[in-house]
């Protein structure tokens, strides 16, 4: 494998786990204001498991009627930069940092370029690359509704199903925002 090239789990059809491949593939270059960073850790969401498997079926009407538009699934990531474009201020090489592409799909690969003002954050010291690659998606989706809900400190919220990565962030989200 030369530096241009990088190692990432494809998909070439819809189906279950056995349609994935391990492939090498072009590495990414970022743009002006993009971060390249190697990924040490990512997910497997639900949601990926959907769009692999185009279920439903609507789904391929965003994601390709026939064949995946984007062979690397894969929503989350924990890594470290390895390269900064000419633009970027907030991020140096070496910075450990996590994120999440949004709609974007691609983490389930050796690298990642992303935007500097994207979903995309330093990662505390005290935490590992796995933990931090867990906490984006269900963090963010939970900050969104209950911001979305106006919820002030001091009122009551209920919760139902706090179980998964949105549920229990959003326990958590509710809770430093002072509701009961």
Do not use: W
């Not at 993009?34 to 391929?60: C, N, Q, W, Y």
Request: charged content about 20%.
């Amino acid at each position: 494998m030369n530096n241009t090239q990088m190692k990432a789990a494809v998909y070439s059809r819809y189906g279950s786990p056995e349609v994935l491949s391990i492939a090498q593939v072009a590495k990414p270059e970022p743009k002006d204001d993009e971060v390249l960073i190697r990924i040490h850790a990512t997910t497997v969401t639900s949601g990926d498991v959907r769009m692999r498997k185009a279920d439903p079926f609507l789904i391929r009407f965003f994601s390709g009627l026939f064949t995946p538009k984007a062979p690397i699934l894969g929503h989350e990531v924990a890594g470290v930069v390895e390269a900064v474009g000419s633009q970027v201020t907030r991020f140096r090489v070496g910075d450990r940092v996590f994120g999440s592409t949004g709609m974007r799909s691609g983490t389930h690969a050796e690298y990642i370029c992303m935007a500097e003002d994207g979903a995309i954050a330093h990662t505390p010291d005290r935490i590992a690359h796995g933990e931090a690659a867990t906490l984006a998606v269900g963090a963010l989706t939970a900050q969104h509704f209950i911001r979305a809900a106006g919820l002030k400190q001091g009122e009551h919220i209920l919760i139902h199903g706090a179980s998964g990565s949105i549920g229990t962030a959003a326990v958590q989200v509710a809770k430093a925002m002072g509701a009961k």
